[in-house]
């Protein structure tokens, strides 16, 4: 409801409630470490305390805001929480979020270079920062025939590199007549289900997904994908898409992106690499061996909002031959058509992704780049890594624990050696606690216990209470 | 940069630089009516303006924000300008920029309900609560076997459509081994180019959508597309899916959804309802007539960050059938497992489209129906339409200009009797003065002005201004 006749929020209403909004963020900021990490409410009980109806009539936004703390806070599991070490992380940080709100409150809408000119502009440059800062291959930066470009989610990413896989694979006729079912596609056992869905998506089936073995690092098997492929090919099918990973969600694995590389060449199969997390760690020399092979790479995609301060979303998807993923998603009607697109002399990024629509997510990225400097990012990357080896050192000495797989950087995979009930028992008891958010996998049929370190203000002190509250678990749950 | 040891931005200092970016943004709602509406610079300007390299330490936040006016505002094509008439509209907000800082600043990802319930439910229940503001068919509400999902894009929402009309006519078969080039789609001459983009990205193939001629009111012929269909299904062919556009882009053509509807239920085909921009109108009772039949739909979308004050990017996307859709993208790996998920009892919106993660975008859904209530909404759509009618009026008045098509709500497509090279001109006269910002169309192969109303402060002496400055540059022209 606005004091204003015409139903807006004039500017000054909007000066004093956006104050309000930052305080509370910054009051969430300081306290968010306290709350419960996991959400402890039930199905429906969210739902519940919300009227049936909306309002015929504008409510003030004192009350609106109130409701946060009210009805929706209880319904948080807390990414931010220091206390977070789930699945992968979600960061974020004070200068991405201004980033964004700017983006918010410019409401450009950048699906052409000329629909806003700096959209598309400083995405293209802070994407070649990127490549810079983490030592990526030179081919991926827009000044020769490669590129990058913001996608939401690894997912999307992965999509379109087995679309554009899809179309060099056929010479651009899939895209006209259809698929046909022969075309197939690989990544390990270990490769994320982004793949496994972007496959269907595509139309070549998920049969013609073939899950390459992996080693005793949860690595693919370059061998076993070589034999595969020839398989294949003996069997009169069209094999297109390579996806290695480098860092996998389960165990975060590094398949051998030379070795799947230099096979990909031979032959001419599209390797995409997801870093969707552990690119990141590229800001540090000492980590950038993780990267090994990537200048044989035809696509590559790393999400600064997993592990780089950038809030949620942002991926960014690189390829080095950007002609094969325009020809592959381009539709130019007429209502879009304009000089500045007909020059060819400009980007229009509504080409390099599903979506025609698009966010001014750069200026995000800008900031956080800004703010840090190369030099402040690098730090934490190291700290998080120096938190997580220093876990899996306690793991590695005790004698109830055991480490589930290597810890190349920033996840331990651990378990308990009592068997695959007590660990599910204690993971539940340690996330119902609300003191600490853990998730799980399996590794060699064996459940086993994630912890990844790469929330924002995670510190040692955190990573140690953690590691107390999950002996003293186990301790608990032996005794009762 | 942070003046804490730690690089880290403060909550303080969060604080503290959040309110200056909000009051910002506040002084740009207050001047963006100055500023020229398309930015005037040329290719590669901004990025010359902008460091080679990254700096190795961090900024001061202050030189950060005086960026924006420098460096990025020359190249910002203000699409919250109230003499934005362009394209379709992208408007924004108070309330929504404040729903969605907010969700920037609580970081959480969606995936799962377990991830933050209070995402998922709030979710489900606004888009439920859009089922009865819109007056849309019972059967997409959440408590029988359809639902709501916030997707990023109508392009987005089209190809799950098309995704799980493919599925649904082959059994759940091309999931498992691929298409196999005999679907055909349907979407008329005047559809969405994101229509043809799905059709491609499913591996469909763009020759198997067959483009429905339209009647002289740009809309889809449904006998037409029931030859079509017949001639099709006599070559062999499996027809999956019909688009029909409640309200085109280049004209705002309402497809006769009654008509093509009934064909699709007695035919067995997906039917896919496209209303991006005109579904909003349907807040208003006097305008539901565009959603006539749709009842017969399998899913439908509309886009909120069209024209309903929320922020890019928010589209609602429902389904009759939510299994269908959910089977056609699920996928889960162990390490999403989680007791919710298994308990049956919840929404995991992760399988309602193509990304994993995903942002609390409900929050700024919530703030702007809240903040408007439904009477402030009503309000502002029926005086868009009001004032596009009287642009309308003064086009049929006058000798010199005429109208293209048909206006049912807030597009005028007009042009000058003087032919499309004259038009042309025209409309680069008109952009490049900075006081306006039209785009074009071809509709029955002559060039063709657009003009839509629907920014959020766009008030009778700005379309009143923008008729006088059309009339003066054409007279300019013609005298030159």
Same mark, same amino acid.
């Given at each position: 409801?606005?004091?204003?006749?015409?139903?807006?929020?004039?500017?000054?209403?909007?000066?004093?409630?956006?104050?309000?909004?930052?305080?509370?963020?910054?009051?969430?900021?300081?306290?968010?470490?306290?709350?419960?990490?996991?959400?402890?409410?039930?199905?429906?009980?969210?739902?519940?305390?919300?009227?049936?109806?909306?309002?015929?009539?504008?409510?003030?936004?004192?009350?609106?805001?109130?409701?946060?703390?009210?009805?929706?806070?209880?319904?948080?599991?807390?990414?931010?929480?220091?206390?977070?070490?789930?699945?992968?992380?979600?960061?974020?940080?004070?200068?991405?979020?201004?980033?964004?709100?700017?983006?918010?409150?410019?409401?450009?809408?950048?699906?052409?270079?000329?629909?806003?000119?700096?959209?598309?502009?400083?995405?293209?440059?802070?994407?070649?920062?990127?490549?810079?800062?983490?030592?990526?291959?030179?081919?991926?930066?827009?000044?020769?025939?490669?590129?990058? #470009?913001?996608?939401?989610? =690894?997912?999307? $990413?992965? /999509?379109? *590199?087995?679309?554009? %896989?899809?179309? &060099? +694979?056929? !010479?651009?006729?899939?895209?006209?007549?259809?698929?046909?079912?022969?075309?197939?596609?690989?990544?390990?056992?270990?490769?994320?289900?982004?793949?496994?869905?972007?496959?269907?998506?595509?139309?070549?089936?998920?049969?013609?997904?073939?899950?390459?073995? #992996?080693?005793?690092?949860? =690595?693919?098997? $370059?061998? /076993?994908? *070589?034999?595969?492929? %020839?398989?294949? &090919? +003996?069997? !009169?099918?069209?094999?297109?898409?390579?996806?290695?990973?480098?860092?996998?969600?389960?165990?975060?694995?590094?398949?051998?992106?030379?070795?799947?590389?230099?096979?990909?060449?031979?032959?001419?199969?599209?390797?995409?690499?997801?870093?969707?997390?552990?690119?990141?760690?590229?800001?540090?020399?000492?980590?950038?061996?993780?990267?090994?092979?990537?200048?044989?790479?035809?696509?590559?995609?790393?999400?600064?909002?997993?592990?780089?301060?950038?809030?949620?979303?942002?991926?960014?998807?690189?390829?080095?031959?950007?002609?094969?993923?325009?020809?592959?998603?381009?539709?130019?009607?007429?209502?879009?058509?304009?000089?500045?697109?007909?020059?060819?002399?400009?980007?229009?990024?509504?080409?390099?992704?599903?979506?025609?629509?698009?966010?001014?997510?750069?200026?995000?990225?800008?900031?956080?780049?800004?703010?840090?400097?190369?030099?402040?990012?690098?730090?934490?990357?190291?700290?998080?890594?120096?938190?997580?080896?220093?876990?899996?050192?306690?793991?590695?000495?005790?004698?109830?624990?055991?480490?589930?797989?290597?810890?190349?950087?920033?996840?331990?995979?651990?378990?308990?050696?009592?068997?695959?009930?007590?660990?599910?028992?204690?993971?539940?008891?340690?996330?119902?606690?609300?003191?600490?958010?853990?998730?799980?996998?399996?590794?060699?049929?064996?459940?086993?216990?994630?912890?990844?370190?790469?929330?924002?203000?995670?510190?040692?002190?955190?990573?140690?209470?953690?590691?107390?509250?999950?002996?003293?678990?186990?301790?608990?749950?032996?005794?009762?």
């Amino acid at each position: 409801m606005s004091t204003t006749a015409n139903f807006h929020m004039s500017p000054d209403e909007f000066r004093r409630w956006g104050h309000a909004v930052v305080d509370w963020i910054a009051d969430y900021q300081r306290h968010v470490e306290a709350l419960p990490v996991l959400s402890q409410v039930q199905p429906g009980e969210i739902r519940a305390k919300l009227p049936a109806a909306p309002l015929e009539h504008g409510e003030a936004f004192d009350a609106i805001l109130a409701d946060i703390d009210r009805l929706v806070l209880p319904g948080i599991t807390h990414w931010q929480s220091p206390n977070f070490f789930a699945y992968f992380p979600a960061n974020n940080s004070g200068p991405s979020i201004l980033g964004d709100l700017l983006a918010s409150g410019l409401g450009v809408q950048g699906m052409l270079w000329a629909t806003s000119p700096a959209c598309t502009e400083l995405e293209t440059h802070v994407l070649d920062w990127l490549v810079d800062m983490l030592d990526l291959p030179a081919k991926f930066k827009s000044n020769g025939p490669g590129g990058g #470009v913001i996608q939401d989610t =690894a997912s999307s $990413a992965v /999509l379109c *590199a087995v679309l554009a %896989a899809r179309e &060099r +694979a056929t !010479g651009f006729a899939s895209n006209e007549r259809g698929t046909d079912g022969r075309l197939t596609a690989y990544a390990s056992t270990q490769a994320h289900s982004s793949i496994e869905k972007a496959v269907k998506v595509a139309g070549l089936g998920r049969q013609n997904l073939r899950l390459i073995p #992996v080693d005793e690092r949860f =690595a693919m098997r $370059a061998d /076993l994908l *070589a034999r595969q492929v %020839a398989d294949d &090919r +003996a069997a !009169g099918l069209v094999p297109c898409f390579v996806g290695a990973t480098v860092g996998t969600t389960s165990s975060n694995a590094l398949d051998p992106v030379a070795a799947i590389g230099r096979f990909c060449r031979e032959n001419s199969l599209w390797l995409h690499v997801d870093a969707a997390m552990s690119g990141t760690a590229a800001l540090c020399p000492e980590f950038r061996f993780i990267h090994d092979g990537l200048e044989l790479a035809d696509s590559y995609a790393f999400n600064p909002h997993k592990w780089m301060f950038t809030n949620f979303d942002c991926d960014c998807f690189y390829v080095a031959d950007r002609a094969a993923l325009i020809k592959t998603l381009s539709v130019l009607p007429e209502y879009l058509r304009n000089q500045a697109t007909e020059s060819g002399a400009v980007i229009d990024y509504r080409d390099w992704h599903v979506q025609l629509g698009r966010r001014f997510r750069a200026l995000k990225l800008w900031f956080v780049i800004r703010h840090y400097g190369v030099e402040g990012l690098r730090h934490h990357v190291r700290r998080h890594v120096e938190l997580a080896q220093e876990f899996a050192g306690w793991v590695r000495a005790s004698a109830d624990f055991e480490l589930a797989a290597p810890v190349p950087l920033n996840l331990v995979c651990f378990r308990h050696r009592a068997g695959d009930d007590f660990n599910r028992r204690l993971l539940e008891r340690i996330n119902q606690s609300g003191q600490l958010y853990l998730t799980h996998t399996v590794l060699n049929d064996r459940y086993t216990l994630r912890l990844c370190v790469g929330q924002t203000h995670t510190e040692a002190r955190h990573v140690e209470r953690a590691w107390q509250l999950i002996r003293q678990s186990a301790e608990a749950d032996a005794r009762s």
